[in-house]
């Protein structure tokens, strides 16, 4: 086969192992059970490297900003830059890489594992359909937490560059996060929100897309999950690009 | 009734073809052992059977009803009456071993959880895991492994089983276990199955043994001798995706074919 071909055979597999992942939520029998711990070591298993992630970044983005805004005279819209950057691109971006990181990688691995184990014949044997039992519950879970978890790096961004602002900026803090808090509009929010719903999506997906194509051993898995990072990192990346502009476009 | 049936199979994957014009039939209550080199196909039979994986040519039976066409939807009835033990047991290694054999049960949603745990010590003790229930599968040893795979794929009392090469890499004395099992399913239970193996010893004490339940209720294990002779279990050799020996072990031991007599050497 060649690569072009073999490409869009992927791509087709891919939307349909998403779509029958989409419609199992309406579809008896809903594992319930496996959802909730998936929310649970995607949620709150992903805590801790979130709120690093954030509060260094939103930190980095004070320091950095100030120097360029000084040149201007406007210092005082630091507060705005951080919020700005990190609600629209930096926070759901960062949480999204480094849940693919840890996350995607970790789903590829299991389910290839099930797969070169023979684990997901087994399932299928005993009367289970995996995109059900496994991929919408991930999913799902994928889907779900990484909004909230991009919240949580906002905050912690904002309070990171709180903190350099006020200690080595010598900034007022009320005019920090008035500034700040001003610019979240609803748009922006909105903008914030939507990107990581969509890249929670493609985490979750191309981690289980990836783990259950596995092939060839134990090494097949750690191909797969090396391929489950490289490729959802890329496909956040670009998502986030055609996100923004439309909707940029649908502002305007 | 005829369990199992497959009528002119092909399979290929990419530009191997595994099985060419494969014939097999399975009657109730009888075993067919498979004997096979590595890669000669073993497996893809038995998945075949579960329409796991489905044939490029001719078709396939399963008690009676054509399954080669069947959507994986359709296919989950015919699934409910078969059970497989996979090659290394193949057990859901985030679940404990209790959980592993109540799976089957669990997912036909009809049994309460006292039942379900009824049935689950029952047949772990029934494979002499009677201890097990809550451990882990990774804290138990291969031979440990396909015995609770075989509880796993008999608990929802199927009508057919597969094994799929259930004794390789163990000791004769696990292995003979294993084969007791086996046997015991057969003749007290009525089950039709598959056994693919590649161990000689195995499917001779499959094929020369019979197990009887004594009026104390007892279980015994008989040797065919002058007086009887095991007729429900015969033996198939796959060479080059085909058949290349069918018969029982009598006919076995005088086969002419030279591929036969390398494989029983
Ligand atoms: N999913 C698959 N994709 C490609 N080749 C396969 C697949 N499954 C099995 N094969 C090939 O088919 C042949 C038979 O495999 P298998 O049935 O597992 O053999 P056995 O169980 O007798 O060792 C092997 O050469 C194997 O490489
Ligand atoms: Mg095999």
Redesign the interface.
Known sequence: MSVITSAIFEVQEFTLLSTRAVTNLFKK?RYIQDTLVQMDIIGVGSLLIIILTGFFTGGVLALQSSKSLKAFGAVHLTGQLVSLSLIKELGPVLTALMIAGRVGSGIASELGSMVV???I?????????PSKKLVTPRMLASTTMTPLLTVVADLLGLVGGWLVSLYSLKLNSSLYWNTALRSLDYNNALEGLIKPVVFGFIVGMVGCYFGLRTSGGTRGVGLSTTQSVVTASILVIVADFFLSKIILELQY | MIAIRFERVTKMFDDQVVLKDFDLKVRKAETKIILGGSGSGKTTILKMVLGLVKPDQGRIWVNDRDITDLSEDELMDIRKEIGMVFQEGALFDSMTVGENVAYPLREARRHTPEEMEAAVRRLLGFVGLADAFDKMPSELSGGMKRRVAIARAVVHRPSIVLYDEPTAGLDPITSRTICDLVIALRDLEGVSSIFVTHDLSAATTLASEMAIRESSGQVTFRSENNEFCLANTRFVILKDGQIIFEGTDESLDTAEDEYVREFLT
Do not use: F, V
């Open positions: 029998p184990t023979e684990q014949d087994a399932m299928r044997a005993l009367g289970t359909d």
